[in-house]
């Protein structure tokens, strides 16, 4: 199942709970909590975020997300980051090296 999720909100994932997600705008999803395992529709890169870390989600992509091993807290926001990129066309990647 696709859950449409807004700007502003978070989620808790059990362990290994995988979650289908997609965002209406572009925007930057964090981990508050655990470890995450994440794929974007139209990328080739897999993501593996821990606490602290942040991704900039683009709009309108199908993304799925896993908990790995721990109980995970993800936040999605909008912060001036995006907004600027959200202006200009383009879209870029803010990842922390798991």
């Not at 994932?13 to 139209?42: H, K, N, R, Y």
């Not at 109980?71 to 990647?93: A, L, P, Y």
Request: glycine share 6%.
């Amino acid at each position: 199942m696709l859950i449409k999720i807004d700007v502003n909100q978070s989620i808790t994932l059990s362990p290994g709970q995988l979650v289908s997600v997609i965002v209406d705008t572009a925007c930057m999803f964090g981990i508050e909590a655990g470890l995450v395992w994440l794929t974007i529709e139209g990328d080739e890169t897999d993501y593996w975020l821990r606490v602290g870390n942040t991704l900039l989600l683009p709009a309108a992509r199908h993304i799925v997300v896993e908990a790995e091993k721990t109980h995970s807290k993800i936040v999605f926001s909008v912060s001036r980051h995006e907004e600027k990129n959200n202006q200009s066309g383009q879209f870029d990647h803010d990842t922390v090296a798991a």
